[in-house]
Structure formats: structure tokens, C-alpha cells
């Protein structure tokens, strides 16, 4: 059973910065790809950023600059790096994994997903 547990959540003002963790069990792929998206309040879910087997990573467009996603040396666990902070990044920040890039970013539907964890920024 594949199971995701997120970690790093919580409560910021504006300008100050996040790291989000999460680790991955019960995967059976050699290589897969990781990474987190977001759902603000009202909103659809976004892609946030993604790392893949070989340590490549791919950002949406607005994410770039500010958002650092990595994996550990296990590559069972990927962090996101989140600075400068802003109200508007407040969300619920969804780990998942799938066996692909492309499917991670272009059917996420299939991916494996962790339950989540609350960023809250003030202002």
C-alpha cells in the first residue's frame, strides 16, 4: 500500500518562508516522480513543482524563483522550499507521485496522494 505522509504546515506572515517535507512507502517503481500541488481556498488544484528520478525538476510558471523542490539522497522523501511568502500562497499543499513526469503534470487524477497539509500566510 502506497502511503505519502506530508510534514512542514503551518503558520507564516508575509516574507517568511516554509520547507515542507514528505516521504513516500509501499512503491513498487524503480523510478517515479514527486512533487507537490496546491489547492487555495475557492480554487482549483495547481501544479506546484515536481522532481523526477534523475533530480530534474520542473516548476509552474508563477512558482519559479520562489519555490524550491529537491529530493533527498533516499528519493523517497521531497521537500519544498518555500520563500517570500505572500497571502496568496495560503493552501492546502498536496504531496503525490506518479511513474511518470508526464503523468504527474498531465493526469494528476492518477496519482498517488498524501492527505495534505494547511499553509497559512498573513499579511
Known amino acids: 500500500q502506497v502511503e505519502l505522509v506530508e510534514s512542514g504546515g503551518g503558520s507564516v506572515q508575509a516574507g517568511g518562508s516554509l520547507t515542507l517535507s514528505c516521504t513516500v512507502s509501499?512503491?513498487?517503481?524503480?523510478?517515479?516522480?514527486m512533487g507537490w500541488f496546491r489547492r487555495r481556498p475557492g480554487e482549483r488544484r495547481e501544479a506546484v513543482a515536481s522532481?523526477?528520478?534523475?533530480?530534474?525538476?520542473k516548476y509552474a510558471t508563477s512558482m519559479k524563483g520562489r519555490f524550491a523542490v529537491a529530493k533527498d539522497n533516499d528519493k523517497y522523501t521531497v521537500t519544498l522550499r518555500m520563500n517570500r511568502l505572500q497571502p496568496d500562497d495560503t493552501a492546502v499543499y498536496y504531496c503525490?507521485?506518479?511513474?511518470?513526469?508526464?503523468?504527474?503534470?498531465?493526469?494528476?487524477?492518477?496519482?498517488?496522494w498524501g492527505q495534505g497539509t494547511q499553509v497559512a500566510v498573513s499579511s
Open positions: 522532481v523526477d528520478h534523475d533530480g530534474s525538476t
Open positions: 503525490a507521485v506518479a511513474d511518470t513526469e508526464q503523468k504527474w503534470w498531465y493526469l494528476p487524477a492518477d496519482n498517488y
Open positions: 509501499g512503491l513498487t517503481w524503480t523510478y517515479f516522480c
